[in-house]
């Protein structure tokens, strides 16, 4: 049996290290900051915000920064605090517990390794854009949660995703920083010789070298490829610098890292999985590395691409995300093998073999290459990710399999899910807890278990539902005096933001990737009814965020019309935008609106997870029918807009947008302040009730694993 070398060690090492700064009654603190099993223990947080809570922010929530710049008063006013040690020992005995648990493999033949672009774990690892990272992070703790064989792998960006700027126009500014791995819980994984385990893949005209670094997510390894490496010229630095890099050649080197070198990299630690589960089509390129792999190791005349890539076929799953199509990459043929042809040569594959394999017309020549065609034909399985994306991703890819009708394209669909100790507010967890059980979240999944939310009180449930609302407000108005001051606003008005919204008015959000399909502008399409709906004594606040990628100049301009229109109303404290939108604010934002807010225009939307999350919380959902709320919505649970397409785009935007202005100001609005004799909307909480009992239980993270292990990874194909 092969030896691993996984990083295991260089953990213990790193740990070791950062103890001898502490006390000893601390020392547990230590080897907690290198797991980020921590920020979804109930108390974990709190470890850190007891000792200063400021501090704790300013080091981005990263406990091992944190604990590296305090002050040693701290650490000696901490350790010799007896309710803050037994606090720290609780923690610690429950994440000890929970790690010695024994694995569960979900294949015979090895763990699953989970190959994606992106992981968003926790905001101080800044490895992610989006809802394809959320999901991907939201996947390990899961997979943590239920003991099972997985290790993720993906790329160590240095500088990650953008941070955005707005200025006093609304326009769009971008910046990057660049994080120090000396103060993040990641370790280098290194070699039974002590050196650090380094892959190389052929990328344009020489070799791309990379390291490998450990993360540790409760029972789930993360290893993450870096190329910040000496021997690497500043070009092949630059690969694993930022996350979705504008240009071509970046992002074709990227993915042949994550793919080839990825497969290289396990082999280096002596992980052998059973399964490769590509999230999206990035790491398609894995399947020629295996594949090149197998044609070593056969005797007699090699086969051709096609038969290796059928010979391990059932090593292979694919998870499509996007029916868009900008995020199904494509290149030119001279663009695709001038980065990557270096590597498909020196792994023996047909460049002309491989170009039909990546495009949707194999007999083409002029058609571009893309990575969805390649991982849908080299894959045992394909899953959208949702049951309406499902359909929409086996009318997309037909003709890839041009002897079948629509309804017989073997593509199936896995719902998304979000991982409830994540996304769930601590409010709620308590709630919840005093009344479906303190070990409730371990069942999640069980919908009769959420049958008991109808014995919640409405006063303990609306009170919940005003303490989160509260905690959005808070800090809504620190964040935005900053905000305003940063871009050059009016002292005063940017002052007047600690006023800005108001605790007891209906809230809703709308907060995700400012994409033109989003529809952000569809919220602004009549000025006057939305006035209406805001400027009344009873009236609503709307709280906007999200980021739109540094080339899309488009929805940088959709969110410059909404400043505009904005301005317009003259109601800048009740339409706010908020900055630099990320999981550092996602959980409050999510956990505080009364209504969540979605109008993609179908069926483009492939799930959308956001909603999932808000409604683990109490908020409503009111949402286009597409993604997962076509699935999701039963009549009673939120509120819906037709997720029909008109061939007009105007005409269909004018039909969506008067629907949601009936919704707001017909039902949403006055069920909302409808009180009774104690100030209670008793008709709202029996939606909240009806949103719980239907949503959470489905969406859960703990559903959607168990969904890919019967359906897709023990399944046989």
């Given at each position: 049996?092969?030896?691993?070398?996984?990083?295991?060690?260089?953990?213990?090492?790193?740990?070791?290290?950062?103890?001898?700064?502490?006390?000893?009654?601390?020392?547990?603190?230590?080897?907690?900051s290198y797991n980020y099993l921590w920020s979804w223990t109930p108390g974990g947080a709190e470890l850190f915000t007891a000792i200063d809570d400021h501090r704790f922010t300013l080091a981005g929530e990263n406990p091992v920064r944190f604990l590296l710049n305090l002050p040693e008063?701290?650490?000696?006013?901490?350790?010799?605090?007896?309710?803050?040690?037994?606090?720290?020992?609780?923690?610690?005995?429950?994440?000890?517990?929970?790690?010695?648990?024994?694995?569960?493999?979900?294949?015979?033949?090895?763990?699953?390794?989970?190959?994606?672009?992106?992981?968003?774990?926790?905001?101080?690892?800044?490895?992610?854009?989006?809802?394809?990272?959320?999901?991907?992070?939201?996947?390990?703790?899961?997979?943590?949660?239920?003991?099972?064989?997985?290790?993720?792998?993906?790329?160590?960006?240095?500088?990650?995703?953008?941070?955005?700027?707005?200025?006093?126009?609304?326009?769009?500014?971008?910046?990057?920083?660049?994080?120090?791995?000396?103060?993040?819980?990641?370790?280098?994984?290194?070699?039974?010789?002590?050196?650090?385990?380094?892959?190389?893949?052929?990328?344009?005209?020489?070799?791309?070298?990379?390291?490998?670094?450990?993360?540790?997510?409760?029972?789930?390894?993360?290893?993450?490829?870096?190329?910040?490496?000496?021997?690497?010229?500043?070009?092949?630095?630059?690969?694993?610098?930022?996350?979705?890099?504008?240009?071509?050649?970046?992002?074709?080197?990227?993915?042949?890292?994550?793919?080839?070198?990825?497969?290289?990299?396990?082999?280096?630690?002596?992980?052998?999985?059973?399964?490769?589960?590509?999230?999206?089509?990035?790491?398609?390129?894995?399947?020629?590395?295996?594949?090149?792999q197998t044609a070593s190791q056969l005797t007699g005349e090699r086969p051709d691409l096609t038969r290796l890539l059928a010979i391990n076929q059932d090593r292979f799953a694919f998870t499509t995300h996007t029916p868009v199509p900008a995020g199904n990459e494509t290149y030119s043929?001279?663009?695709?093998?001038?980065?990557?042809?270096?590597?498909?040569?020196?792994?023996?594959?047909?460049?002309?073999?491989?170009?039909?394999?990546?495009?949707?017309?194999?007999?083409?020549?002029?058609?571009?290459?893309?990575?969805?065609?390649?991982?849908?034909?080299?894959?045992?399985?394909?899953?959208?990710?949702?049951?309406?994306?499902?359909?929409?991703?086996?009318?997309?890819?037909?003709?890839?399999?041009?002897?079948?009708?629509?309804?017989?394209?073997?593509?199936?669909?896995?719902?998304?899910?979000?991982?409830?100790?994540?996304?769930?507010?601590?409010?709620?967890?308590?709630?919840?807890?005093?009344?479906?059980?303190?070990?409730?979240?371990?069942?999640?999944?069980?919908?009769?278990?959420?049958?008991?939310?109808?014995?919640?009180?409405?006063?303990?449930?609306?009170?919940?539902?005003?303490?989160?609302?509260?905690?959005?407000?808070?800090?809504?108005?620190?964040?935005?005096?900053?905000?305003?001051?940063?871009?050059?606003?009016?002292?005063?008005?940017?002052?007047?933001?600690?006023?800005?919204?108001?605790?007891?008015?209906?809230?809703?959000?709308?907060?995700?990737?400012?994409?033109?399909?989003?529809?952000?502008?569809?919220?602004?399409?009549?000025?006057?009814?939305?006035?209406?709906?805001?400027?009344?004594?009873?009236?609503?606040?709307?709280?906007?965020?999200?980021?739109?990628?540094?080339?899309?100049?488009?929805?940088?301009?959709?969110?410059?019309?909404?400043?505009?229109?904005?301005?317009?109303?003259?109601?800048?404290?009740?339409?706010?935008?908020?900055?630099?939108?990320?999981?550092?604010?996602?959980?409050?934002?999510?956990?505080?609106?009364?209504?969540?807010?979605?109008?993609?225009?179908?069926?483009?939307?492939?799930?959308?997870?956001?909603?999932?999350?808000?409604?683990?919380?109490?908020?409503?959902?009111?949402?286009?029918?597409?993604?997962?709320?076509?699935?999701?919505?039963?009549?009673?649970?939120?509120?819906?807009?037709?997720?029909?397409?008109?061939?007009?785009?105007?005409?269909?935007?004018?039909?969506?947008?008067?629907?949601?202005?009936?919704?707001?100001?017909?039902?949403?609005?006055?069920?909302?302040?409808?009180?009774?004799?104690?100030?209670?909307?008793?008709?709202?909480?029996?939606?909240?009730?009806?949103?719980?009992?239907?949503?959470?239980?489905?969406?859960?993270?703990?559903?959607?694993?168990?969904?890919?292990?019967?359906?897709?990874?023990?399944?046989?194909?």
């Amino acid at each position: 049996m092969t030896k691993r070398f996984d990083g295991t060690r260089d953990v213990r090492r790193a740990v070791e290290r950062l103890a001898r700064r502490l006390p000893e009654p601390l020392e547990d603190l230590a080897w907690i900051s290198y797991n980020y099993l921590w920020s979804w223990t109930p108390g974990g947080a709190e470890l850190f915000t007891a000792i200063d809570d400021h501090r704790f922010t300013l080091a981005g929530e990263n406990p091992v920064r944190f604990l590296l710049n305090l002050p040693e008063r701290d650490l000696l006013r901490a350790a010799t605090d007896q309710d803050y040690l037994t606090s720290l020992d609780r923690v610690a005995r429950r994440m000890e517990a929970d790690l010695a648990r024994p694995s569960t493999r979900v294949t015979a033949a090895g763990p699953v390794a989970f190959l994606c672009a992106e992981f968003a774990v926790h905001q101080s690892l800044p490895v992610y854009s989006g809802g394809l990272g959320v999901l991907a992070g939201d996947y390990l703790k899961e997979s943590s949660d239920q003991a099972l064989d997985v290790v993720g792998l993906g790329l160590l960006y240095r500088r990650g995703y953008l941070h955005q700027r707005m200025d006093r126009s609304g326009w769009q500014h971008e910046y990057w920083v660049e994080a120090n791995t000396g103060q993040l819980p990641v370790v280098r994984v290194r070699g039974a010789d002590g050196q650090p385990v380094k892959v190389k893949v052929p990328v344009w005209d020489s070799e791309l070298t990379a390291q490998v670094w450990r993360v540790n997510v409760g029972r789930t390894t993360l290893f993450l490829l870096d190329t910040e490496l000496k021997e690497n010229t500043p070009l092949q630095r630059w690969v694993t610098s930022r996350l979705y890099e504008g240009s071509h050649d970046i992002r074709l080197a990227q993915y042949a890292l994550l793919g080839i070198g990825g497969v290289r990299a396990l082999d280096a630690m002596g992980i052998a999985p059973g399964l490769f589960h590509m999230n999206e089509g990035h790491p398609a390129l894995a399947s020629l590395e295996v594949a090149a792999q197998t044609a070593s190791q056969l005797t007699g005349e090699r086969p051709d691409l096609t038969r290796l890539l059928a010979i391990n076929q059932d090593r292979f799953a694919f998870t499509t995300h996007t029916p868009v199509p900008a995020g199904n990459e494509t290149y030119s043929s001279q663009e695709f093998f001038r980065v990557l042809g270096h590597s498909i040569d020196e792994m023996g594959i047909d460049r002309d073999q491989l170009a039909a394999l990546t495009r949707i017309d194999a007999t083409s020549s002029d058609e571009p290459l893309g990575f969805s065609p390649l991982a849908i034909r080299c894959s045992r399985s394909t899953n959208g990710v949702s049951r309406r994306h499902g359909e929409v991703a086996r009318e997309m890819w037909r003709p890839l399999f041009s002897d079948r009708s629509t309804a017989d394209v073997p593509i199936s669909y896995v719902t998304n899910g979000v991982h409830l100790p994540t996304w769930m507010s601590p409010t709620m967890r308590e709630l919840l807890s005093r009344f479906l059980g303190h070990d409730w979240e371990r069942h999640a999944h069980d919908a009769n278990m959420w049958s008991h939310v109808d014995e919640i009180p409405d006063i303990d449930l609306w009170d919940a539902r005003c303490k989160m609302r509260l905690h959005l407000v808070e800090m809504v108005r620190a964040r935005i005096v900053v905000d305003r001051l940063a871009r050059g606003e009016d002292v005063d008005l940017a002052v007047s933001g600690l006023d800005a919204f108001d605790p007891t008015l209906l809230t809703l959000g709308f907060a995700r990737r400012l994409a033109t399909y989003k529809r952000l502008d569809l919220l602004f399409h009549n000025i006057d009814r939305l006035r209406d709906i805001i400027d009344h004594e009873l009236g609503a606040q709307f709280i906007i965020a999200g980021k739109a990628h540094p080339l899309d100049n488009e929805a940088k301009t959709v969110a410059q019309n909404m400043f505009s229109v904005n301005r317009q109303m003259d109601l800048l404290n009740r339409v706010i935008f908020l900055e630099d939108y990320d999981m550092r604010v996602a959980p409050s934002l999510v956990a505080g609106c009364d209504v969540w807010l979605n109008l993609p225009r179908p069926p483009m939307e492939a799930s959308g997870t956001s909603g999932m999350k808000a409604a683990m919380n109490g908020s409503l959902n009111l949402s286009v029918l597409d993604g997962w709320w076509s699935e999701g919505y039963n009549g009673q649970n939120g509120w819906a807009i037709d997720g029909s397409t008109l061939d007009d785009p105007r005409e269909q935007d004018e039909r969506d947008a008067n629907a949601l202005y009936d919704l707001l100001e017909n039902e949403v609005k006055p069920m909302f302040f409808a009180r009774d004799s104690n100030g209670i909307p008793v008709v709202w909480l029996s939606r909240i009730r009806a949103s719980l009992r239907s949503l959470a239980p489905m969406y859960s993270s703990a559903r959607m694993v168990e969904d890919y292990n019967e359906r897709i990874y023990r399944h046989q194909h």
